[in-house]
C-alpha cells in the first residue's frame, strides 16, 4: 500500500549542481503537485499537474522546471541549485484536483544546497 | 503576506486535556478549510475539514469550528493523547482555476501532548 513514493530522502548539493527529484503514486489519482516547506512558511506550492500532459506553476516556481512522465510519475527538476532552494521538498496527489478533496503527501525529501 | 496565519508555533497540554489550534485567514473568498497532521520524517496527512457553509464539523475526538464574520478556525481535540503530538497545519482552498487543487497552508503549530 504505497500510496505517494518519493526518492531521493535526502540529498546534499553543491550550488550550481542539477538534481532531479521523483514521485510516483500507485492510487489512479489524475492531479499532482509539488510543494516546499520552510520553516516559518508553511507549505508552498511550486508546480503542479492538474492532469496526465499538463503542468502550471504555483506560487514559487522559479528555480524549478517538472516533468509529468505518465499519469503515475511527476519529477521535479533542479537546474541550477542555489541555498534559497534548501527545503523539504513533498510530493502529493489527489484524484481530481477539487479543493474539497484531501492531498496524500509523499515522506519528502530533504535537500541540502551548500 | 501570509493568506493563512498560525500564531502560535507550539502548544503544550496535558493528556486528556483539550488542545485547540487557532488559524485566521484574510482572503473572504476562500471556502474550504483543512486540516493536515505531521509527524517528523512523514508527509501531512489530512486530518478533517469544514466547508464555508458550515461552522463545525466532527470527527470522534477532532472537531473543526468555523467563524466566518471572524475569518477565524480552530481545531479542537478532545480528549489529548500522547499519539496526537505532532505539527498540525490549517489550510484554505477558493475557488478553483484552471481545475486545480490550490491549498494555501499555515505555517503550522507544533502540538506536544505530555502524559
Known amino acids: 500500500n504505497a500510496g505517494v513514493t518519493q526518492t531521493p530522502k535526502f540529498q546534499v548539493l553543491k550550488t550550481g549542481q542539477s538534481m532531479t527529484l521523483q514521485c510516483a503514486q500507485d492510487?489512479?489519482?489524475?492531479?499532482m503537485y509539488w510543494y516546499r516547506q520552510d520553516p516559518g512558511m508553511g507549505l508552498r506550492l511550486i508546480y503542479y499537474?492538474?492532469?496526465?500532459?499538463?503542468?502550471d506553476k504555483g506560487e514559487v516556481p522559479n528555480g524549478y522546471n517538472v516533468s509529468r512522465l505518465n499519469k503515475r510519475e511527476f519529477s521535479l527538476r533542479l537546474e541550477s541549485a542555489a541555498p534559497s532552494q534548501t527545503s523539504v521538498y513533498f510530493c502529493?496527489?489527489?484524484?481530481?484536483?477539487?479543493?474539497?478533496?484531501?492531498?496524500?503527501f509523499g515522506s519528502g525529501t530533504q535537500l541540502s544546497v551548500l | 503576506d501570509q493568506q493563512v496565519k498560525q500564531n502560535s508555533p507550539s502548544l503544550s497540554v496535558q493528556e486528556g486535556r483539550i488542545s485547540i489550534l487557532n488559524c485566521d485567514y484574510t482572503?473572504?473568498?476562500?471556502?474550504?478549510f483543512l486540516w493536515y497532521k505531521k509527524y517528523p520524517a512523514e508527509g501531512p496527512t489530512f486530518l478533517i475539514s469544514i466547508s464555508s457553509i458550515k461552522d463545525k464539523n466532527e470527527d470522534g475526538r477532532f472537531t473543526v469550528f468555523l467563524n466566518k464574520s471572524a475569518k477565524h478556525l480552530s481545531l479542537h481535540i478532545v480528549p489529548s493523547q500522547p499519539g496526537d503530538s505532532a505539527v498540525y497545519f490549517c489550510a484554505a482552498s477558493g475557488t478553483p482555476s484552471g481545475g486545480y487543487n490550490k491549498l494555501i497552508f499555515g505555517a503550522g503549530t507544533r502540538l506536544a501532548v505530555h502524559p
Open positions: 492510487m489512479n489519482h489524475n492531479s
Open positions: 502529493a496527489s489527489s484524484d481530481m484536483g477539487q479543493p474539497n478533496e484531501k492531498l496524500f
Open positions: 482572503n473572504s473568498m476562500f471556502d474550504y
Open positions: 499537474s492538474a492532469s496526465e500532459g499538463t503542468t
